[in-house]
């Protein structure tokens, strides 16, 4: 809450700077206060009941602060703002944070009537509350007192609430009008400011594209589906789209896969009985279309994501068929029980795309990173790639050839285990270089020269079994580029290790003497130990040792009144007894 706050009065701050136009009149940068705001309360990710709250709070600040209250907390009193009091910006600001609140509890609404669908009513009804607002704001702004820019920014808003409205009630035509007057009220206001504004508008102009084209497309303009692919393909079309893009890029796929039958791969022709598993075949080839032509790495990551993703929802589809085909083998024990049934081999042409693609995903990533490895280290402090990183990218890899091999139905198909078994090399002999990479980070010089060497041999075997699998290699990294980096490698490697003196020239020898004894007790001795500047400095021995130390012994005798001592009389000296007349003497002394 206090970061809220913290930002919350830095928005305000911000807005208060904005109000003043350069030409005299009122000015509220409408676009720009709004993304700002998003952004910072929780649009950003999603929350859109974090940013309805956040308009609350500007709201009751904004009426404080104008003497502009609704009454008190015992009754409430409607006031309106209108063009004869429009003294201030932030009463412009004020019609715009009530625009912005209905419109967020709309979208909050909108994720929450997937699981419940009565809430649609209410979603229009504050779809509709956000256009009349945003109309108020229209108005207010053809006041002469304000400015032309801010005039403009409110139509475009008031188009864009108002497209949004219809577009929700499906009128698509007025819808498309709609939005089109927003996009070119933007274009207009990007072409006439500063860069850094119009890339504000160009954004906006981008988001309502994906709306303008679904429109044209309900209304009859087949062309649009194309835009649409693409746009879904590389992550456009977020927010309210997203949900539409995909169920009408289903739609399509499934009107064309009513005329698919069949699929052939590995010289096997299979029925295709499965909806899903049709949908998914027809789309296969633009997803890889649109992997190959993306235009950076997080697009490409993205794409290989949502195929992965539609790949495992139609295995389990067919995964689904394969448990009840069982159960009818069951009962009717078929003779051909050991032959794999067509349902089974589409089961393992699903699985094997899946693989490849993850294979060519982490592929991707490797390459990425391999790229990062080679760029020098901007910022020190903040950790960069290393090889060990690339390590677990081919373990999974790895681990995916090793499932390859193993998919039913292709058991005795010879060429393709073998081609299995030459990729398995391939990214074994780059694992290996890698590991040996991180062996040179830490100076281990004989074992990166070991594995420098299985590098080697790895290389060797891929290029010999190559010859009679030409078309194997096409897609899989070359070979021969890494037994040149690994012979660069070996000799820099080699040189290294002869360089390799740790400072012994410039520094005595028996001041480098490792002596794992504490500093307290070498303190007469110079050392060179960097290690006392480190994050572990061997100051004192911890826990101390156990030092013996004198101690007052306690007995207890408990023998002593059990023990009968012998009589002591013979030992003793026996004195006379003088009766009553030597007491007497001993009394008064005479007898001494």
């Not at 990294?477 to 080699?494: G, M, R, T």
């Amino acid at each position: 809450m206090a970061a809220d706050k913290q930002n919350e009065a830095k928005v305000s701050s911000m807005d208060e700077n904005k109000e003043n136009s350069p030409d005299g009149g009122l000015g509220l940068e409408i676009l720009q206060i709004i993304k700002e705001s998003q952004q910072q309360h929780g649009l950003r990710h999603g929350d859109y009941q974090r940013y309805r709250g956040y308009c609350s709070r500007r709201l009751r600040r904004l009426r404080k602060t104008l003497g502009f209250k609704m009454g008190n907390r015992h009754k409430f009193i409607g006031k309106k703002i209108t063009v004869e009091i429009l003294s201030d910006s932030r009463y412009l600001l004020l019609v715009l944070m009530e625009a912005e609140r209905a419109w967020s509890y709309a979208m909050q609404l909108k994720q929450e009537a997937n699981t419940e669908p009565r809430k649609r009513f209410h979603l229009l009804a504050r779809l509709r509350k956000a256009a009349k607002h945003s109309e108020k704001l229209e108005k207010l702004c053809e006041s002469p007192r304000v400015d032309a820019k801010t005039k403009l920014e409110a139509q475009a808003y008031t188009a864009y609430l108002t497209g949004m409205v219809e577009f929700e009630l499906q009128e698509w035509k007025l819808a498309m009008e709609a939005f089109n007057k927003c996009k070119t009220i933007y274009e207009k206001l990007a072409s006439a400011f500063t860069e850094e504004m119009a890339a504000l508008y160009r954004q906006r102009v981008d988001e309502i594209s994906p709306n303008i084209r679904y429109c044209a497309y309900n209304i009859g303009d087949q062309n649009a589906i194309i835009d649409l692919m693409q746009m879904r393909l590389t992550g456009g079309g977020g927010g309210m789209m997203a949900e539409k893009l995909e169920a009408l890029i289903t739609q399509a796929r499934t009107k064309q896969a009513a005329t698919m039958s069949e699929v052939e791969w590995r010289g096997r022709t299979v029925p295709v009985k499965i909806d899903k598993a049709r949908v998914f075949l027809l789309g296969l080839a633009d997803n890889e279309a649109a992997i190959a032509q993306a235009s950076n790495e997080e697009t490409k990551e993205h794409l290989y994501e949502t195929l992965l993703a539609e790949c495992r929802d139609t295995i389990q589809a067919v995964r689904e068929e394969l448990k009840s085909e069982a159960k009818q083998r069951e009962r009717s024990s078929d003779a051909d029980s050991g032959k794999v049934s067509n349902l089974q081999f589409l089961h393992s042409y699903l699985t094997y795309i899946k693989l490849c693609t993850l294979v060519k995903r982490n592929e991707s990533m490797a390459h990425t990173l391999q790229a990062k490895l080679k760029e020098p280290e901007a910022d020190e402090n903040k950790r960069g790639p290393r090889p060990q990183d690339l390590i677990r990218l081919y373990d999974i890899i790895l681990q995916s050839l090793a499932e390859l091999s193993t998919l039913q139905g292709l058991e005795d198909d010879h060429t393709f285990q073998k081609e299995v078994s030459l990729k398995t090399l391939v990214y074994k002999a780059y694992r290996c270089f890698f590991i040996a990479q991180s062996y040179v980070l830490v100076k281990k010089w004989s074992e990166a020269l070991v594995l420098y060497e299985r590098v080697l041999k790895y290389a060797k075997e891929v290029r010999s079994k190559a010859k009679s699998l030409n078309n194997s290699l096409k897609d899989l990294p070359d070979v021969q580029e890494l037994i040149a980096e690994v012979n660069a490698e070996k000799y820099s490697l080699q040189a290294a290790a002869i360089l390799d003196t740790d400072e012994t020239v410039e520094v005595p020898s028996q001041q480098q003497v490792k002596d794992n004894t504490p500093l307290c007790n070498r303190l007469e001795t110079f050392r060179l130990d960097p290690t006392l500047v480190g994050k572990q400095p061997n100051l004192v021995q911890f826990p101390p040792e156990f030092q013996p130390i004198p101690c007052k012994p306690l007995f207890f005798d408990l023998a002593l009144n059990h023990v009968a001592f012998p009589p002591l009389d013979d030992k003793v000296e026996q004195k006379g007894v003088g009766g009553f007349t030597g007491y007497i003497k001993g009394i008064f002394g005479f007898g001494s």
